[in-house]
């Protein structure tokens, strides 16, 4: 097989998002925000997980995140992994957009 011909499968292997991940709910001390996935094509989500101002918050690898107190005047993310659907090491992560400023209850 020529070598362009073996990046080319590699590169199809390698699951990509077409919908980024994003964020409902309400940034604030006490309430809940959901996140959706976004849409993946060639494979599917291996990872979950929220960020607090870009830093990954203990625990919080669901799809659902319970605002905390300590998130008060940070931004909170939603990132998503993805892994190939033919070869799992392929992996990419996704990041919504940021909520506003978490405000207190």
């Known amino acids: 097989m020529a070598r362009s011909a073996r990046?080319?499968?590699?590169f199809m292997c390698v699951p990509a998002f077409t919908v980024q991940p994003s964020i409902t709910g309400t940034a604030q001390s006490g309430q809940t925000l959901?996140?959706?996935d976004g849409t993946i094509v060639?494979?599917?989500v291996s990872a979950r997980q929220w960020l607090r101002d870009g830093v990954a918050i203990g625990g919080a690898t669901g799809a659902t995140y319970e605002v905390q107190p300590?998130?008060?005047?940070?931004v909170v993310t939603f990132a998503v992994t993805a892994a190939g659907t033919l070869n799992s090491v392929n992996?990419?992560?996704a990041i919504s957009a940021p909520t506003?400023?978490?405000i207190a209850a």
Do not use: W
């Open 34 to 36: 959901t996140g959706a």
């Open 42 to 44: 060639r494979g599917s």
């Open 91 to 93: 992996k990419v992560t």
């Open 100 to 102: 506003g400023e978490v």
């Open 7 to 10: 990046r080319s499968r590699g």
């Open 70 to 74: 300590e998130d008060v005047g940070a």
